[in-house]
């Protein structure tokens, strides 16, 4: 696994504009794994950003990077509570949402489309994809949108061009932790 994989998937979250990004990656080894994850922890520790794996099964991992404070915030959104609650979290603090959404990642037959409230979509885009399974959208970009469809189209343009920027530094040979914005946590 390489550092080159987080630039690319998650450029947004390490910028501080956008809540959490989601990438998939084989691995050699669960400890190859750990080693990587706690090395990102460790450069990230001051930067308001944490990295986790949700799921593990041949030889690929699912890996969650996001801003704990944008997900406190954003889990605390009176719609995307209810919407919580529909899909069974029983508590809401945020530990308590990743850990329910680590367990439904690995034992639901069907992917766990709530995960779109901790990547930082708009909670009726959420909803609307659960609500119609995907169909009937206003558009798609990075998530389907069944809401404001004005106000998701300029941020599908500020995170890819985010990622542009962003892998062209990297390229560039700037560091990982220089490209990652410090906010609070």
């Known amino acids: 696994m390489s550092e080159d994989l987080i630039i690319k998937h998650c450029s947004p979250t390490l910028a501080g504009i956008k809540t959490g990004n989601l990438f998939s990656t084989?691995?050699?080894?669960?400890?190859?794994?750990?080693?990587?994850?706690?090395?990102?922890?460790?450069?990230?520790?001051?930067?308001?950003?944490?990295?986790?794996?949700?799921?593990?099964?041949?030889?690929?991992?699912?890996?969650?990077?996001?801003?704990?404070?944008?997900?406190?915030?954003?889990?605390?959104?009176?719609?995307?509570?209810?919407?919580?609650?529909?899909?069974?979290?029983?508590?809401?603090?945020?530990?308590?949402?990743?850990?329910?959404?680590?367990?439904?990642?690995?034992t639901c037959t069907e992917f766990p489309h709530e995960i779109g409230l901790f990547l930082g979509y708009p909670p009726e885009d959420v909803y609307g994809f659960i609500l119609h399974k995907g169909s009937g959208c206003k558009c798609a970009g990075l998530w389907k949108v069944y809401g404001d469809e004005e106000q998701a189209v300029k941020k599908f343009n500020k995170f890819r061009k985010?990622?542009?920027?962003?892998?062209?530094?990297?390229?560039?040979?700037?560091?990982?932790?220089?490209?990652?914005?410090?906010?609070?946590?």
């Open 162 to 185: 985010c990622s542009d920027i962003y892998y062209s530094k990297w390229l560039q040979g700037t560091t990982l932790q220089k490209l990652t914005v410090t906010t609070l946590k």
């Open 26 to 106: 084989n691995y050699n080894t669960k400890q190859e794994l750990k080693d990587f994850i706690a090395r990102l922890n460790r450069i990230f520790s001051n930067k308001g950003v944490q990295v986790i794996p949700l799921k593990f099964g041949n030889g690929r991992v699912l890996i969650y990077v996001f801003r704990p404070s944008l997900l406190a915030s954003d889990l605390s959104d009176e719609y995307a509570c209810k919407l919580l609650k529909n899909q069974g979290y029983h508590s809401l603090d945020m530990n308590s949402c990743i850990a329910k959404l680590k367990q439904r990642v690995s």
